[in-house]
């Protein structure tokens, strides 16, 4: 089992930079593919990142490409995502997601089996 805490959220202003932190309980999460999604009001949840068990191999929605960088530290557990330049299209609940081990990365929310509980991002323009 694997729980999932995200932290780093707030309201910032257009072209600001925000952190947000993922911290992993669970003997499995190094071993599992992880990713970030967010989901704006009235909308569905939103691919936003991903990235392997060893992080070697990553995968980005185009509207964030160049501006977010997702990493991990396997040795404290974590998955972070770096969030540049920001825009009021950015705002939104984030949330940090895992995969069951063994399997590589997916841009599909279907495909991930634990969810943190989701931290909200504010861009003002």
């Known amino acids: 089992q694997v729980q999932l805490v995200e932290s780093g959220g707030g309201l910032v202003q257009a072209g600001d930079s925000v952190r947000l932190s993922c911290a992993a309980s669970?003997?499995?999460?190094?071993?599992?593919?992880s990713g970030w999604f967010r989901q704006a009001p009235g909308k569905g949840r939103e691919f936003v990142a991903t990235i392997n068990w060893n992080g070697d191999s990553t995968d980005y929605a185009d509207s964030v490409k160049g501006r977010f960088t997702i990493s991990r530290d396997n040795a404290k557990n974590t998955v972070s995502l770096q969030m540049n330049s920001l825009r009021p299209e950015d705002t939104a609940v984030y949330y940090c997601a895992a995969r069951i081990p063994g399997v590589g990365t997916s841009p599909l929310a279907r495909m991930y089996k634990y969810w943190g509980q989701g931290t909200q991002v504010t861009v003002s323009s």
């Open positions: 669970g003997r499995t999460f190094s071993s599992s593919a």
